[in-house]
């Protein structure tokens, strides 16, 4: 079913300000309607029984929102915990004849940008009174944020994982177990990130009085794009003000990979409100922004893979953490509005990509960040920032057997 469809809303605009989680005070809802949705995008389409969990989330949220106590804890574990500010870097090398400025997710602990998000709803959980965490993976890197936590607050954790991915992503198998996790294999249709997602979803749905779904990216029913969408926000306003003062100026372009698109949209969200083209870089298998169709895929309205009926296709990516075939609302949005536009780079070009940054700046970069690390060179602008959201420590048997 659909709960909360609202009115075509105006392009969003980002809160101003830096660093911190970025969080805003409840009602200022970049790019949104009423009730969670981006223009024709976003909305609730989910059963009966998760209608109430939703509503108790989002009143969560809201109060979570307008409370310093809040805001002062998830900064705090940020900066002491997760390690931030994380650093700008310039990278010199890369790419001759540009000014590459790498937002270092990679060294936020756990090694990709997913801990921002994953501290935030453990600490909304905590409030919520819950006592287990679900949450899916494809990558592996939001499984082990989710990990994290969990060992940190003392939930219990379950993460569900395609058995493709599993294979892909040893390491991150392993950490995730040696953190205390559960890490069930899904082993139906492709194995990837859309079946984990799928089963996660049946297990919250089944559990879902004791049970938070700690969903990674900025995907789901509202208010899962917004939370997880104010969560990142941190690392585009942290850039802001070290751009700022390391050129004195505004990039000219912000790039990011785009899978379901956490990454992007949380540094998207520091320059909004700028003279600054966003772009976003999805997986030539899976770019669901350049070539799907409106379609509904769990639990909300996007841009999805799928054939004229609206049955959901396949997606392919060397990247686990891109192989998924939709992305979030507010990005098909920012699509649509022209505020953002997005490019695809082949499995070939990533690769390149990886290993260029390897050999000029000694930077081993995750496989989704090679993607947006894939285009660079073709941009006209001279001052690029960069989301590096993950290390590729998870990727190298993927890369080397290339």
């Known amino acids: 079913m659909l709960s909360g469809t609202g009115p075509e809303s105006p392009v969003p605009t980002a809160a101003s300000g830096g660093g911190g989680a970025g969080l805003r005070p409840a009602g200022a809802d970049a790019g949104q309607g009423r009730e969670g949705t981006y223009g024709e995008y976003g909305g609730r389409f989910v059963p009966e029984t998760l209608i109430p969990a939703l509503d108790e989330l989002e009143t969560g949220w809201r109060e979570a929102k307008d409370d310093d106590s809040f805001r002062d804890e998830l900064d705090r574990l940020g900066r002491d915990y997760g390690g931030r500010p994380t650093p700008l870097t310039l990278a010199e090398r890369f790419a ?32 919520l009174g819950k006592q287990r965490i679900v949450a899916e993976t494809g990558a592996g890197q939001h499984g082990v944020a989710a990990a994290t936590v969990c060992a940190r607050f003392g939930f219990e954790c379950v993460v569900y994982m395609g058995a493709e991915d599993m294979r892909r992503q040893r390491p991150n198998v392993e950490r995730m177990r040696l953190l205390g996790a559960e890490v069930r294999p899904v082993e139906f249709g492709t194995r990837t990130l859309k079946e984990a997602t799928s089963e996660a979803i049946r297990d919250w749905i089944a559990t879902v009085e004791t049970t938070h779904y700690l969903i990674g990216s900025c995907v789901g029913p509202h208010p899962y794009p917004e939370i997880v969408r104010e ?25 990011a990979c785009v899978g379901g698109g956490s990454n992007a949209i949380g540094l998207f969200a520091g320059f909004l409100a700028d003279d600054v083209r966003l772009v976003g870089v999805e997986a030539g298998g899976a770019a669901s922004l350049g070539t799907g169709r409106t379609a509904v895929l769990h639990g909300s309205r996007s841009s999805v893979l799928a054939d004229e009926d609206g049955q959901v296709l396949d997606a392919e990516s060397i990247s686990a953490g891109l192989d998924y075939p939709g992305s979030g609302p507010e990005h098909a949005f920012l699509r649509d509005s022209g505020r953002a536009e997005y490019a695809t780079a082949t499995d070939d070009e990533a690769l390149a990509a990886f290993r260029r940054l390897a050999r000029t700046e000694g930077i081993l970069p995750a496989l989704e960040p090679a993607h947006a690390l894939a285009r660079v060179a073709e941009l006209d602008e001279e001052v690029v920032l960069l989301c590096l959201s993950g290390r590729g420590d998870k990727d190298l048997e993927e890369v080397l057997s290339r």
């Open 231 to 255: 969560l990142q926000a941190v690392i585009g306003h942290e850039a802001r003000e070290q751009i700022l003062q390391a050129e004195g100026h505004l990039p000219e372009v912000a790039v």
């Open 96 to 127: 001759p004849g540009k000014r590459l400025y790498l937002k270092r997710e990679d060294l936020l602990h756990t090694g990709a940008h997913k801990l921002n998000n994953a501290l935030g709803q453990a600490l909304l959980a905590r409030r």
